[in-house]
């Protein structure tokens, strides 16, 4: 069973998305939200599989409400299909690592499509990461590379690609920030910046906006983003 909730400001559009969930089996619907500020907050208490979002909402648009979440909880959100009635805002949508985008009106050919699309990815997920949290692997050179979680110190973006920095290497890797959160253990690793990923087994300390982390025999300095300092305290504990 998906468990999933829908977020959009127009109480019409919230229904016809609830009459094409009901009609799938696979899908169970724990909410619906005019509000985006009160879908954070219930997220922010409760895990679901999959969350509906329109793009266009007052307070907190849908590609801010993705990135606030994933500040505030890492990598540890759920799956997001948009639904909305302008185009132009796919591209940024896959950029964010949306999972698909449907066109208002939303016609149920168009849904079941998307709904089975994502039964099966997250089937394929299940099967291939069930049990290897430790590792995974990555195209480096043409040639698949084992990287331990274990060794990761902090990763870096730079546009479409990512820097691994690790002890005893750096691996430039062609994926984005949210395909590799995808990867990552939640448990382990924490956004402290739009560009930066830190394993909290290698902080040192923390002063001001930054975090001290040691990469071999020096201290490396990241920067802690504005928005993601609230999610840093809370998992150090601090």
Do not use: W
Request: one cysteine or more.
């Amino acid at each position: 069973m998906i468990t999933c909730i829908v977020i959009d400001d127009q109480e019409e559009a919230i229904e016809v998305l609830t009459d094409h969930i009901q009609k799938k089996p696979e899908l169970s619907l724990e909410g619906k939200f005019t509000n985006p500020l009160e879908a954070m907050s219930f997220l922010e208490n409760k895990k679901v599989d999959l969350v509906f979002i329109d793009i266009q909402m007052p307070h907190l648009n849908g590609l801010e409400f993705i990135e606030s979440l994933r500040a505030k909880k890492g990598s540890d959100v759920p799956k997001f299909v948009f639904t909305t009635g302008f185009s132009e805002y796919a591209l940024s949508g896959f950029e964010h690592g949306v999972s698909d985008y449907l066109m208002k009106p939303i016609g149920f050919k168009r849904f079941n499509i998307a709904i089975d699309r994502l039964i099966s990815d997250l089937k394929k997920n299940n099967a291939t990461t069930e049990g290897a949290k430790d590792f995974f692997f990555a195209d480096v050179d043409g040639k698949k590379v084992k990287i331990n979680m274990k060794d990761i110190v902090y990763i870096e973006s730079s546009g479409n690609y990512i820097t691994v920095f690790g002890n005893n290497f750096k691996l430039l890797l062609y994926k984005s920030m949210s395909a590799i959160q995808e990867i990552i253990d939640p448990d382990i690793f924490i956004r402290s910046h739009k560009s930066y990923i830190v394993s909290i087994n290698y902080i040192e300390a923390m002063k001001g906006n930054e975090l001290a982390l040691k990469l071999g025999s020096v201290t490396r300095y990241i920067p802690i983003g504005a928005t993601f300092k609230d999610a840093i305290l809370k998992k150090l504990r601090i």
